[in-house]
């Protein structure tokens, strides 16, 4: 099943960013050079943080590309291009099933997709992957994914499954968590029976996390905490996507954005059942 995110976002196109920094580069003739961002209008969530510069030759270029923006065109076609290509959707309510944010992230738009989960049901567990764009998170911290199971809308009393990307090439970590409302709990004993197959990738901005959540172990879990593991396969449960950035030393996740931007969670509308 597909499950239908809450909110949304908009973008800038990049056709028409282009012209803006045409426009400008048509009106201006006092720089030698000038930085990138200058003629840029930001999206509102930035897919694309381009580092550059526009040389502005002595001759204005009206109506037509000067060789340094040309080059910059094909540097924004070639990084989106890539970016698309990170977000499948490939079997999306057919083996498997998809999740995707914002709404207007689909086949068809992949460049405005920031985030997504794809899951599928097997005889003993769940294979659950998590990707999400980590260039508007800062780039000297770790980056963390994280996908709740929830009773309510709210994040409470909600089993956790999450990945870390620390720095300095070290390998990342997926791990089992719960929320009590006011703190995240990493549960060392619960990940170290229930996830399997764990695996975390940064690259080209994207963080994409796989493991298999092993839902016939759970009487393995400690008496201590079994109480913080949810039976997926009772009941159905809200999902609740996060990311963000870590502590560089104990991988402690911060809290999440609490403001209306595309790092503010996303929650199904409905309940969604894995059994």
Not at 32 to 41: A, G, Y
Not at 201 to 221: A, E
Request: net charge negative; charged share 20%; aromatic share 8%.
């Amino acid at each position: 099943m597909a499950a239908q995110a809450t909110s949304s976002n908009g973008s800038v196109s990049y056709d028409r960013r282009m012209d803006s920094i045409g426009e400008t580069l048509c009106r201006s003739k006092s720089s030698l050079l000038r930085p990138i961002d200058d003629f840029i209008v930001k999206p509102v969530h930035p897919l694309i943080i381009l580092k550059s510069a526009v040389a502005l030759e002595s001759v204005c270029w009206c109506n037509q590309s000067s060789p340094s923006l040309m080059l910059t065109n094909a540097l924004l076609v070639a990084i989106t291009f890539s970016y698309s290509l990170a977000f499948s959707f490939e079997g999306c309510n057919v083996t498997q099933s998809c999740w995707f944010h914002p709404p207007n992230c689909n086949e068809n738009e992949r460049g405005k997709c920031i985030s997504g989960v794809r899951w599928n049901t097997e005889p003993d567990g769940i294979k659950i992957q998590l990707q999400t764009h980590v260039n508007d998170l800062d780039p000297h911290r770790p980056a963390y994914a994280a996908l709740g199971f929830s009773y309510n809308q709210r994040m409470d009393d909600d089993t956790v499954v999450e990945c870390v990307q620390p720095l300095q090439g070290q390998p990342g970590q997926v791990r089992v968590s719960f929320n009590d409302e006011t703190f995240n709990s990493v549960l060392p004993q619960a990940s170290s029976v229930l996830l399997q197959g764990g695996s975390v990738v940064l690259q080209d901005g994207v963080l994409t996390c796989d493991m298999k959540l092993l839902l016939d172990n759970v009487p393995l879990v400690s008496n201590k905490t079994k109480f913080m593991i949810h039976d997926l396969e009772a009941r159905p449960y809200y999902l609740l996507f996060a990311r963000g950035n870590a502590d560089p030393w104990t991988l402690e996740k911060d809290i999440h954005s609490v403001n209306d931007d595309p790092q503010f969670p996303w929650m199904t509308q409905e309940k969604v059942r894995f059994s």
